[in-house]
């Protein structure tokens, strides 16, 4: 039975990098069950944020009261990350970047068959290893380490492909309700908001699954009025 996974996620939320790795147990949990297929789509927490981006310290005293209080939120989310495999690495993060070139490439990348990669190399880059993914150029190294080629996504960039989409995607996002991130809805039909854990999408899997199948079994009107069957 296949299954469509799509995920609604910011490449600077740790919960949603810690959200994929539960997804993919859960996936490899119903290999053979299921064709999970899982389409990455974006939502950006500081829209406002400039392209350049923010010195992180600055920004996180100001959003959270003070920088003993961010260290606290991260000192969370790196032991959670741990029991994931993610060696969260804050000491590195030095700017909270702009993410919309980012998004941009990532909606490039699903075009060229190898978006999951590319959402793993960002996340790996700015959350191990403090790349700041703000500057073009890094940006541009951490998606051909991805898979996508870098000269066409610099070709991209610099023009205005991809612009309207994104805007367009995160617009319905947020008519949707989505308020927060990471965000799944599977086939459509079951939504999970958070970094679940695994247990929580096998059960939406194997949900939307007999969702499909009752809805295979009836025959629908379509907008011209025409039966499906």
Request: hydrophobic share 40%; glycine share 10%; net charge negative.
């Amino acid at each position: 039975m296949a299954v469509n996974v799509a995920v609604t996620s910011d490449v600077i939320c740790p919960w949603c990098y810690i959200g994929k790795r539960r997804l993919e147990k859960a996936i490899a949990a119903c290999q053979g069950q299921h064709d999970v297929r899982v389409r990455w789509h974006p939502f950006q927490l500081n829209p406002h944020m400039p392209k350049e981006g923010m010195n992180r310290k600055e920004y996180r005293t100001a959003k959270f009261g003070s920088w003993e209080r961010s260290l606290a939120l991260d000192a969370q989310v790196a032991e959670a990350g741990q029991a994931e495999g993610i060696p969260f690495d804050y000491a590195k993060v030095m700017r909270t970047p702009n993410t919309f070139d980012a998004h941009r490439l990532i909606w490039l990348a699903h075009r060229d068959g190898v978006q999951d990669a590319v959402v793993e190399a960002v996340f790996r880059a700015y959350f191990t290893e403090g790349r700041d993914i703000s500057r073009s150029a890094v940006l541009l190294d951490v998606v051909a380490e991805g898979g996508l080629d870098r000269k066409r996504a610099e070709t991209f960039l610099n023009g205005d492909e991809g612009l309207a989409a994104i805007r367009a995607a995160e617009e319905q996002a947020r008519r949707g309700g989505v308020q927060g991130v990471p965000y799944f809805l599977i086939n459509g039909t079951m939504a999970l908001s958070g970094a679940r854990e695994p247990s929580a999408f096998l059960d939406a899997f194997e949900q939307a699954a007999v969702t499909s199948e009752d809805e295979g079994s009836a025959c629908k009107i379509g907008p011209g009025g025409e039966p499906s069957c």
